[in-house]
């Protein structure tokens, strides 16, 4: 347990989400709500809905269409929430990620900013087997992505499929809680049996940072997860998984964040640095995937636009089945088909086209998100 509990609690105050939120955008107190507002709400902040329901609980009067959005954003969050317990019971082994093991430490009336409904299967049969019952509720397969696994694992796959009926409903399933950076080579594989939820939280709130940079949500949510890992007093077991997953240089950066929010002493003190990295692939010997995986790290880390271009380039030239074994994601377009019986998906090449055959249907697949017209008509 640690020493000084109490200067990890400060995030529970729902006056605190303001405080936090104002110091990490520059925005002066009291005033200028609106402003606040506008800057929490832009991307990657995501802290909007917290700031209107932290008003809210201390009291304050909120505009009409500021309580129109609350009022639908419980709604959403409860009906998320119920599908995600029902799904989650209908194929044994897939579990929910992220999001409530966080909300539920958020001060009471005070909403957590949750758009969709993230599970990890522990395989592709139960990734497919989640598909294949939304989809036959009327839920649309949007999405898939895959990659090759490295070091004998199985191959990472995701599905997103959305809600016909509730279009702001979306479910992804995942078999791998840990995407990893495309640039840096993915963690080891970790035995997550028995962790936390606290710790596991942590990790993949960590994790974030090798996909975006971090936002007042982030901050906040590592605020409340630093309280509980200190309550329980498991900080040491998040520190040795940010170890174990080469996360290093994610956890200074969300410490720095930390440290500007306010909310906690140094957080050093309750999960140690890791001194640990993941090393960047700069291999001379294999210079093509070197490179396809430094294009897709700087479309994925840093949205530079002209990477798709360049990598849907390299796909024509290279081949599908060269950029799949290179390591890097496939990321899937749907092109019809109605599916087929069986828990796992077939992949196939054909030239610079690579072709998902799922349960929920077809998918061409290539690694800049771009899928040609005249691939197709090969």
Known sequence: MCANLDSWLAAEDPAEAEACARRLLGVPGPGHRARLLAAADVHPHKFGLTLLTAWQARGDALEKDQAARVRGA???QSRQAALARELCRAVPGV???KGPSTSRLYPTGVLRHEYDIDLCAPGEPELWAVARLLAGRGWVPRAVWMRAGRDGRDRQTGVVLQSAAHEADIVEVTTDPLEGDHWRV??????????????????????EGS???YGVRDVYDGALLLGELARTGRGGCAGELLAAAGLGAQWARLRRGLLRS??????????PPTGRRAPAVRSLRRPVRSGLLLLGHLVRRHQWAPGVGLLTRAQAVLGA????????????????????????????F???????????????????????EEWLDR
């Open 74 to 76: 419980a709604e959403r």
């Open 95 to 97: 579990w929910r990620l």
């Open 186 to 207: 993915d963690s080891r594989p970790l035995d997550l049996a028995g962790t936390d939820s606290a710790s596991l939280a942590f990790l993949l709130l960590v994790e």
């Open 211 to 213: 996909a975006r940079p």
């Open 262 to 271: 306010g909310l906690v002493a140094d957080p050093y003190e309750l999960v």
């Open 321 to 348: 089945e060269r950029c799949y074994r290179s390591r890097v994601a496939l990321h899937g377009v749907r092109v019809g088909g109605t599916g087929h019986p069986g828990g796992t998906a077939a992949l196939r």
């Open 350 to 372: 054909a030239g610079p086209l690579g072709m998902l055959t799922t349960p929920v249907g077809d998918f061409a697949l290539s690694i800049g998100g771009d899928v040609l």
